[in-house]
């Protein structure tokens, strides 16, 4: 009897090549390889300035095995604009041109193009790894950066003392085809979300939780462990949107306490009781916000 | 086919019958014109192109650079305040090597608010990497549009091509508009050696060390070297299709003139109509005109001056706390030739912010120049109220 193996549920093709310039257990880098084994060979990467401006390699060097695009810190969303016109008027606009870039270059400086082109409902997919910080220049704060989180701007005495923007809700209030977010502790969920969002036309947002052992302050083999726990805290919640109204949770969280979650990062270890009960309070408020989203889709 | 038609609209026609792939472009006053055109010749279809109408300047070079990037012919306009936004993507076009195209409408920078004509802000993109040229008429800047993208694409370099706000972008002229077939006789289409392919992956822009970064610098410099050639050549092979003829430069009644005025863009015009006058008058006076300003066409303007008595420069810009910047260029390509004996060189600073340049003030800027032997100061402002 021929034996029958199990099908492989992460396609089992690389594009991404050994030998980066990551940090041990960077969550960025296993997030592009994911990404690229969801999309396949024919995508092209636009880069701006990120942690991926250095993984990626130097002049004449490469990580990728797809194209890559190097560009201003604020430019992905429009550089990917440009380039996506390009290949619809060439005839091949059948490659994905994804825009890849870090919560600095999303949240803030980059917000502007990447709104723009929402609204014009370019024919891209901008994918934000979010390490939650500017992890490239040695963590300072950024808008993506969680309320009571230490960062080099944002020391002890004055932790970051406003939440983090929520950019989730306002690239769904572009009414965009699709939004998502998604992490490298769940890969099957990461993988079919990026193949969803490669059969969409149109502007597709994926936001993923990078887990950055040098800037959350954690052993560099406990990223994926410590990502697990922000979604089953339901810190990060892992979920979709689509045309900004139709919600749908993908991976049911498992209801630890957030402060689980907080206490194995050095980054909150300043937190006081009364911080981490506020905290869980708004990660509440937000679970019960995008429950009844779901719920008001069905 | 003769038309009479806007500055701006030349622009617009000049992408047009250049077959751009790709449009990027934000409004802003006084170049809104052209974006206007541009979307009127999509939507109607004489234009197949893909027009992103961006939310900034910024943006529109950044959509620029990714539509050259993946290999397609693309086109912008701005002016003032938006090629001030744009200036860090000018860098990275010209350093990335795309032969982007951008008509730039002459405008002063604010504050206080002015959407009239001056030269700075084109002038203080000098160390873009980007080529400049100067357009005198309506005609010149359709023409040149065209001859634009032959030279960028040939040395894979950015180039702008610069009309004065009003004077020229809101002025209807007599434009004769060249047939597509003589246009595409001239200009081939776009087929980038190195481009994004999925079938031949390359990352282009990564990280550079000091190993390699000097070397792409200097590379950058030799093709800006090697476009006076081409740009001589372009306008060469434009005269033998087309009938009409720039040069990198124009020289007007300069042969035996003893005295030379020198400016840019649409101010040309009316300096020809002074140095008739004063040839009226006996004064060996003649007009150079500089069209191509990047890459500066240090020898040709060496030989041209050499032996001359005095030269004057008309900068409708200036550089705080030196001088007009024509002027400077002018008078550092002209510096080592001291030994040979080097004409005495005013530099005159008028018309900023769209204050009327007048016959009278160009009177005074030859007469100042005729009646003094040395300079005594390194600009003199014309037209200032008292």
Redesign the interface.
Known sequence: MEAVFPKPRIPEEEYIYPGHLACPGCGASLSMRYALKALG????V?IPACCW??I?????????????????F??A??????????????G?GD?TVMAWAGDGGTFDIGF??L??AA??N?NILYVCYDNEAYMNTGIQRSSATPYGAWTTTTPERHLKDRPKKNIMEIMAAHQIPYAATACVAYPEDMIQKFRKAKTIRGMRFIHLLSPCPPGWKIPDDQSIKVTRMAVNSKAFPLYEVEYGEKYRITVEPRNIPVRDYLKVQGRFRNLTDDDIRNIQFSVNKNWDRLQKKVRYSE | MKDVMLGNHAASHGARLSKV??I?AYPITPQTLIVEKLSELCADGDLN??F?????E???M???????????R?FTATSSQGLALMH??LH?ASAARLPIVMAEVNRALAPGWSIWTEQTDSLAQRETGWLQFYCENNQEVLDTVIMAYRIAEQVLLPVMVVLDAFILSHTNEIVDVPEQAMVDSYLPPYQPEFK???NN?????????PD?YMEMRYKIHQAMQRAKTVAVEADQEFQEIFGRSYGVMEAYKLDDAEYVIMSAGAITSMLRVIVDAYREKGLKLGLLKIKMFRPFPTEIFKKLLAGRKKIGVLDRDISFGATGIFFQEIKAALYPEKKNGVPALFGYVMGLGGRDITLSHLEQMVDHMMSHDEPEEDSVWIGLKK
């Not at chain 1, 060979?41 to 092209?44: A, C, D, E, N, V």
């Not at chain 1, 490469?62 to 190097?70: D, R």
């Open positions: 060979p024919k995508t092209m636009v401006s250095i990626a390699g130097p002049f004449p060097y490469s990580t990728l095995k797809v194209p890559i695009y190097h560009t201003a604020e430019t969303a429009s550089v990917s604009s440009g380039m996506a016109a390009a290949l619809d008027q060439l091949q490659i502007q193009a709104s723009g609204e014009r370019d | 792939d790709v990027a192109a893909k992103i109408k961006v939310e900034s910024h943006s529109a950044a959509a620029c650079i990714g539509a050259e990037a993946a290999g397609a693309s860090e993507l990275w994004m392919d999925v992956p390359h990352a282009f822009g990564g990280l550079v060390t390699n």
